[in-house]
């Protein structure tokens, strides 16, 4: 059974900071992994999609890593700005086509 | 935006009675999944529907039952309802092809029980 966890679970920076977020997943036979930012009550939005085949996605301020092979992925956000507060989740897709979610991190950017 | 869009955005029922939630899924897809999400965690997968038919479900009794429609749109029902489905409701849309597609999300129906 696919297992997501997310650390850390919050985290609060100061504007400008560049940071990493973290997700790990125990079944490496992922067909992709993505990244969705939530705001409080309101649904995901999608940030980054990365195949099982590719390394690393970017977009904007955003990139994203996958190592497939150690069960991990990364989010860098580069000079952060109070914007960017919300919950950040990733989720695995396996065979069934179901999504495998993580706990999220709590992210606060100060200005 | 997404194109997902979920009705009604916000219900109060009563424990015992029945609840159906609506989604209407972005244009092109043919797949639709639920999630729920309980205050504080990631969503768990609920079942996925694809071209009508169930395509796989999570760790949900049967009181949890959907329908997919003809143009692709999807219902959530959940009967007998009880204090802990009180959560937000995600809905997902997908073209599943080989398993490499990405998932767009509505905005969610928050359920609250009483």
């Known amino acids: 059974k696919q297992e997501v966890t997310q650390i850390p679970a919050a985290l609060s920076v100061p504007e400008g900071e560049n940071l990493v977020l973290n997700c790990s997943f125990t079944d490496s036979a992922i067909y992709n992994l993505q990244w969705f930012r939530q705001d409080p009550g309101k649904g995901l939005t999608s940030l980054l999609l990365i195949q099982s085949s590719q390394r690393e996605q970017t977009s904007g301020r955003l990139n994203a890593s996958l190592d497939k092979s150690s069960g991990r992925s990364t989010l860098y956000i580069a000079a952060s700005q109070p914007g960017d507060s919300a919950t950040y989740l990733c989720a695995v897709r396996n065979a069934g086509n179901m999504l495998t979610f993580g706990g999220g991190t709590r992210l606060m950017v100060k200005p | ?114």
């Open chain 2, 1 to 114: 935006e997404t194109g997902v869009t979920q009705s009604p955005t916000h219900l109060i029922k009563t424990r015992g009675q029945q609840v159906t939630l609506r989604c209407s899924s972005q244009s092109g897809h043919n797949t639709v999944s639920w999630y729920q999400q309980a205050l504080g965690q990631g969503p768990q997968f609920i079942f996925q529907y694809y071209r009508e038919e169930e395509n796989g479900r999570g760790n949900f009794p049967p009181r949890f039952s959907g329908l997919q429609f003809p143009n692709y749109s999807s219902e959530l029902n959940v009967n007998a309802l009880e204090l802990d489905d009180s959560a937000l409701y995600l809905c997902a849309s997908s073209f599943e092809y080989r398993g490499n597609t990405e998932a767009f999300f509505g905005q969610g129906t928050r359920l609250t029980v009483v």
